[in-house]
């Protein structure tokens, strides 16, 4: 409908020269006189009812092309996976062997984690000598993130109680109705404390229905640990690197889970990265568009121009004979 704006000029050139070829009604012999006579405010308003009319039509053809706003909404529905991230913060998490410590890097990956898993419901457990819910299962991403980038080590009593941190983490997908319950219990170390041995945490787990996936975090051999010194002063020292691979193992093949090793940075974002494929949610997301007309404000405008040209032409324009 828009090619239709092309007939504007050409009426425009049509009344230019429809005016150009009018005679005159009154043959004078020299009309220097004439010119010396000042206009009227009618004769400087003789062209407006054509103007108007001109936006008038432009007006209308827009209003045919069928002007529209586009509101585009998505929903998503399905089902999540409810999750538990159990995060060793025992004192040789400061371990030196990951870029700049085994704590700091489990807390990038894991937050990089949390933003993969846009539907899922997820919380935060963590666990030296004793364990503590840091975050409730959420959908809130933000608050869910904050509370990852704020763990730091020493806020428990020390030790690696890993049994205490599975079984936290089962009591938190106890009452969770999802089709899909799984655990991420990360640790570097053998189980030496906490009330609830490792043995029974996974039978819990395993009646709860939860998937436990576990890592090992840690390089081979020794690796440099920052402790305190008798005199206040922090200086390095070399530890041998101990995980209970069997035990990890061993939970997780008992609640259909799986274990990995992380050695280095790029190998933990490598495991992350395989659990989140490994579960993967079950949702649908359904585009909703609507248009809404526009063309009302613009068949409007027209009649009011349209309205505005007919009262000049009669009466301040108005012809007498």
């Not at 828009?2 to 005159?24: C, D, E, H, N, S």
Request: include cysteine; aromatic fraction near 8%; charge should be positive.
């Amino acid at each position: 409908m828009l090619w239709f704006l092309v007939l504007i000029p050409v009426l425009a050139y049509w009344y230019w020269k429809k005016r150009q070829g009018r005679k005159a009604a009154l043959l004078v012999s020299d009309t220097a006189l004439y010119r010396q006579v000042p206009r009227t405010w009618k004769s400087r308003l003789v062209h407006v009812p054509f103007i108007l009319r001109l936006f008038a039509l432009t007006l209308l053809i827009m209003a045919l092309a069928r002007p529209q706003t586009r509101f585009d909404e998505e929903q998503v529905s399905g089902e999540g996976v409810d999750i538990v991230l159990c995060i060793d913060v025992s004192g040789s998490m400061l371990a030196q062997d990951f870029t700049p410590n085994r704590l700091e890097a489990a807390k990038e990956v894991a937050a990089n984690f949390v933003d993969t898993r846009k539907t899922d419901r997820i919380g935060v457990v963590i666990f030296s000598g004793e364990s503590f819910t840091l975050c409730p299962i959420t959908t809130d991403k933000a608050v869910l993130k904050s509370q990852i980038f704020n763990i730091q080590s020493g806020l428990l009593e020390d030790g690696t109680a890993i049994g205490s941190g599975l079984a936290t983490s089962a009591d938190r997908l106890r009452t969770s109705k999802a089709a899909s319950k799984v655990v991420i219990l990360l640790t570097d170390g053998e189980n030496n404390g906490g009330q609830i041995p490792p043995v029974t945490a996974k039978e819990i787990a395993k009646k709860l229905g939860i998937r436990v996936y576990t890592i090992g975090v840690g390089s081979e051999g020794y690796a440099p640990i920052p402790v305190q010194s008798e005199s206040g002063a922090v200086i390095m020292q070399r530890e041998k690197v101990n995980i209970d691979e069997k035990l990890l193992t061993e939970i997780a093949r008992e609640t259909g889970g799986k274990y990995f090793r992380a050695k280095d940075n790029e190998g933990l974002e490598r495991i992350y990265t395989e659990i989140d494929q490994l579960e993967k949610s079950r949702f649908e997301v359904s585009a909703l568009r609507r248009y809404t007309e526009r063309y009302l404000p613009l068949v409007l405008m027209a009649i009011a121009l349209l309205a505005i040209e007919w009262l000049m032409r009669f009466t301040i324009l108005k012809k007498f004979p």
